[in-house]
């Protein structure tokens, strides 16, 4: 059984791992705009200089990022945007529900990318071998 010291003393790896998880999805989106890895067909002939293609830097860029912890929170920010922005143009033209209109993905990235924003990296990430205080 879990108590709340084991809980508080794994914490940030858990967060740590949730971040390596949620990068290695979300740049999997990137590489397959950029890329063609894993190849979707509505990718091909992607222009990059478009706001997809914009999408598929960010994504596979940031994703990198997120998937390391290097300067996890400002890009953690600029992607809980950019899903949010996608969300409201891409998905909320088709209703408000994320269920109805295939927006769940979207917003969840954009939640956890914003949790990201303001928890850090966790533990397993440059940015904490990067910045550990020294007392």
């Given at each position: 059984m879990l108590n709340t010291q084991s809980c508080e003393k794994w914490t940030p790896y858990v967060l740590g791992l949730l971040r390596i998880i949620v990068g290695f999805l979300f740049l999997q989106h990137g590489s397959a705009k950029l890329l063609g890895m894993p190849h979707i067909a509505m990718f091909d002939g992607?222009?990059?200089m478009s706001l997809m293609g914009l999408a598929g830097i960010l994504e596979?860029?940031?994703g990198v990022l997120i998937l390391i912890g290097l300067f996890t929170?400002?890009?953690?920010?600029i992607l809980s945007g950019q899903m949010a922005a996608a969300y409201f143009m891409a998905h909320a033209p088709g209703g408000f529900?994320?269920?109805l209109n295939q927006g769940e993905l979207a917003v969840l990235y954009?939640?956890?990318f914003l949790y990201?924003?303001?928890a850090g990296a966790?533990?397993?990430s440059v940015d904490?071998?990067?910045c550990k205080k020294s007392h």
């Open positions: 992607l222009q990059l596979l860029g940031g929170r400002p890009v953690a920010f529900l994320p269920i954009s939640f956890v990201f924003a303001f966790g533990k397993l904490s071998m990067c």
